[in-house]
């Protein structure tokens, strides 16, 4: 079946733009994250929901940082007015369930602020 | 907060050699540890997991230790091949769903 998809790919944005990245999960997938993935690091946890409640919203870097999944499915993260130092990957994943389950990731968003 | 440290950060070997990569968590209540693979541009993908109540789990050319008492673990690939080549990365699940990921491993398979 169809994986996590991400769009876009690869953005671009002037310092100060706002961005919205969008996470497709697998279909009835309850469990949905979004990492940062900076360049030759790990993913870094920026938030997570069950169904559309988050839950947990404790890694997002500032409060410039906003994600939601109204309907429990298709999720959106935007970034206001964008510094350099957000540039990077953002991966989102989605499990059937939380905890002791496979995450399954998404090809991840570039995002480039110049 | 919780971390996981992964060493070494960048590995060399022959085709056919093995290859170890080891990881150190410092959350004593983590009971999952994934291994993922990630190649250039692709998205991170898991190639094997344990979980707290085992100490080792092969699977094919692949395999994972776990020494609960030392809060280490390590992925060991045998016979490794230019396939291989990529990133790797372990994590540690802390709590309930937050998995934390180590700095990764670039693996270079030399043919």
């Known amino acids: 079946g169809a994986g996590v998809s991400q769009s876009p790919r690869y953005k671009v944005a002037k310092r100060g733009q706002d961005v919205a990245l969008r996470c497709d999960p697998i279909?009835?997938?309850?469990?949905l994250f979004w990492y940062q993935q900076a360049l030759g690091q790990g993913p870094e946890f920026l938030t997570y929901f069950q169904n559309e409640a988050q839950l947990d919203k404790s890694g997002l870097p500032s409060d410039r940082f906003f994600a939601e999944r109204p309907e429990g499915s298709v999720s959106t993260l935007k970034i206001q007015r964008t510094q350099q130092e957000d540039s990077a990957v953002y991966l989102c994943a989605s499990s059937p369930l939380a905890g002791v389950y496979e995450q399954y990731f998404g090809p991840g968003t570039r995002l480039t602020v110049t | 907060g919780e971390n996981v440290e992964q060493h070494p950060s960048t590995l060399s070997v022959q085709e056919g050699d093995s290859a170890v990569i080891k990881c150190t968590y410092s959350?004593?209540?983590?009971?999952?540890f994934p291994w993922y693979k990630q190649e250039l541009g692709k998205r991170p993908q898991l190639i094997i997991d344990?979980?707290?109540?085992?100490g080792e789990k092969k699977d094919q050319r692949i395999a994972v230790t776990l020494n609960k008492t030392a809060k280490h673990f390590s992925l060991h690939i045998t016979e490794t091949q230019p396939e291989d080549s990529a990133v790797y990365f372990c994590a540690a699940l802390s709590g309930t769903y937050k998995y934390i990921f180590g700095t990764g491993t670039r693996l270079k398979v030399l043919a």
């Open positions: 279909s009835g997938h309850v469990s």
């Open positions: 959350d004593s209540a983590s009971n999952y």
């Open positions: 344990i979980r707290s109540n085992v």
